[in-house]
């Protein structure tokens, strides 16, 4: 079945403690993406890749960081977690081209304390 | 740059019609509609590019303007199955950085 996964789907941790949460993709996918929903204001990028080692930034990358060693992954890294990172993440894959619907993993409920 | 969406929220009856519209200040590369419904991820329903062509779900339809840098979601007929909240997604480079207005809830009563 074609999908994104992402991992943990909840987490609840402190302040400062390093985190990362994995994606992965199974449609061979060009593109992925991190975003992060908070009431009221849609959905923000936080960062995007095009391909292997190919990473740019969103419009929310502070206090984040993201690698694309493989095709298929794209984990997000929070270095030092701070209160204002609580929010609900989703990853999403494309193929990119003019029509490059984004599919959308299952999201990651994130609380930092 | 965020594109504002209006309305805002919207109620229905069952069978009733609906239009979401979506407006950016700056000229529009493409313009990507989702629907999330609660506690899921966002689903694609369609694509609009800049110059007529669309890709999306037979059931949807909705237009772009190019020149009110303007796209349009209609909603005929609604289902139960409609309920959510609508999202725009705009492109601005053909660069995959999309960026979301803030959404529309969409509530279908019986």
């Known amino acids: 079945e074609a999908q994104v996964t992402q991992n943990p789907r909840y987490l609840i941790t402190v302040t400062g403690k390093k985190l990362t949460v994995t994606c992965s993709q199974n449609?061979?996918?060009?593109?992925m993406s991190w975003y992060r929903q908070d009431p009221g204001l849609g959905l923000r990028q936080i960062y995007y890749?095009?391909?292997?080692?190919?990473?740019d930034k969103g419009d929310v990358p502070e206090g984040y960081k993201v690698s694309r060693k493989e095709k298929r992954n794209f984990p997000l890294i929070l270095e030092s977690p701070s209160p204002n990172q609580t929010s609900l993440y989703f990853c999403?894959?494309?193929?990119?081209?003019?029509?490059?619907?984004?599919?959308f993993g299952p999201g990651t409920r994130l609380t930092v304390l | 740059q965020q594109p504002v969406q209006s309305p805002q929220a919207v109620i229905l009856r069952e069978g009733e019609d609906a239009v979401i519209n979506c407006s950016s200040s700056?000229?529009?590369?493409?313009v990507h509609w989702y629907r999330q419904k609660h506690g899921e991820a966002p689903v694609f329903l369609m694509i609009?590019?800049?110059?007529?062509e669309q890709k999306g779900h037979e059931k949807i339809s909705a237009s772009f303007n190019e020149k009110k840098q303007q796209s349009s979601l209609y909603l005929t007929a609604s289902q139960l199955s409609y309920s959510g909240t609508y999202f725009c997604?705009?492109?601005?480079?053909?660069?995959?950085?999309?960026?979301f207005g803030a959404g529309t809830r969409l509530a279908v009563h019986p």
């Open positions: 999403a894959s494309s193929n990119g081209g003019d029509y490059n619907e984004q599919f």
């Open positions: 449609m061979n996918h060009e593109y």
């Open positions: 890749s095009m391909n292997v080692e190919v990473t």
């Open positions: 700056k000229a529009l590369y493409s």
């Open positions: 609009l590019l800049k110059g007529g």
């Open positions: 997604g705009t492109e601005y480079g053909g660069y995959n950085k999309l960026i």
